[in-house]
């Protein structure tokens, strides 16, 4: 901490702005803290609410995104650097969630009956595109989500290594389903997030090409129905390895499937 000492005899007002150079720094200091730590683990989960949903803060940091030795779409695994924080839904959005802010679907969702804690299933990537901009947010990209599920360790599931039974809702029977987001506290990411590995696939913003992922070489343009986008996380309905952090899956932006759900991205 920066530490103020200065002579008897100095004018009022060289004392005055020492004050205020000191109090500056300490400001600074304070602000860029949280994103500093980032370099460091554990970090301290930051939660907050907007317009009543829990969002939780991704700090600046930098990972290895991919890997070398899993799926051939996973390689190279290459450095990824944030110098910003963002933002990032605790929870997949839910049936309520949906509802209450108004969101529209071309489709019914399959488990809208078994509670409105569940996540909301069969919504195309333009309808969650669209219902994240109704609360003023956006979807994160393929390396934001994945960031928040590795942090700068890039740990192989959100908690770490190995697959811990009852972190993730994978492998279920065919006449299963999801399961309400927020019960599985095993498998809970660095940052606070819930359900970052199974329960449902995650739409992401990022089109489907070939890494080193790069958000400025095109596979952030939006449009482009007949192009695949790049879904995260595994889900309910299929088995533990997809549910790696790094694992990719794709599909057309139109699929209406009961296993693919989101969550919403928010800048600093």
């Known amino acids: ?3 103020l000492s200065v002579p008897n005899n100095t004018p009022l007002s060289i004392v005055a702005a020492a004050v205020l150079m000191v109090a500056l720094v300490l400001f600074v200091e304070r602000a860029s803290a949280q994103d500093i730590a980032a370099d460091a683990e554990p970090w301290t989960p930051v939660i907050e609410l907007f317009d009543g949903v829990p969002m939780a ?3 600046a940091g930098c990972f290895m995104m991919g890997g070398d030795e899993s799926a051939p779409n996973e390689a190279p695994a ?5 110098e910003a924080s963002y933002w990032l839904d605790v929870y997949e959005v839910t049936h309520a969630q949906f509802a209450a802010f108004g969101g529209t679907a071309g489709r019914v969702a399959a488990f809208a009956d078994i509670g409105g804690d569940l996540p909301r299933e069969r919504v195309t990537w333009f309808e969650a595109l669209d219902f994240c901009a109704l609360r003023g947010a956006r979807l994160p990209n393929e390396a934001e989500w994945e960031f928040a599920a590795r942090g700068i360790e890039s740990r192989l599931y959100p908690w770490g290594e190995p697959f811990v039974d009852g972190a993730a809702v994978v492998a279920l ?3 299963a389903h999801p399961q309400a987001v927020g019960q599985q506290a095993l498998g809970v990411s660095w940052t606070g997030i819930y359900n970052l590995a199974g329960n449902v696939f995650e739409w992401t913003s990022s089109l489907f090409m070939p ?3 790069d958000p400025a070489d095109g596979r952030e343009r939006k449009g482009h129905a007949e192009l695949r986008r790049v879904i995260r996380g595994g889900a309910w309905s299929y088995n533990a390895d997809l549910a790696r952090s790094a694992a990719r899956g794709l599909r057309p932006p139109t699929t209406e499937s ?9 800048d600093l």
């Open 78 to 82: 290459h450095e990824v650097c944030f």
């Open 258 to 266: 009961p296993d693919i759900g989101f969550r919403c991205a928010r």
């Open 211 to 213: 890494y080193p992922f």
């Open 57 to 59: 803060r991704v700090p």
């Open 1 to 3: 901490m920066p530490r």
């Open 173 to 175: 029977a065919p006449d």
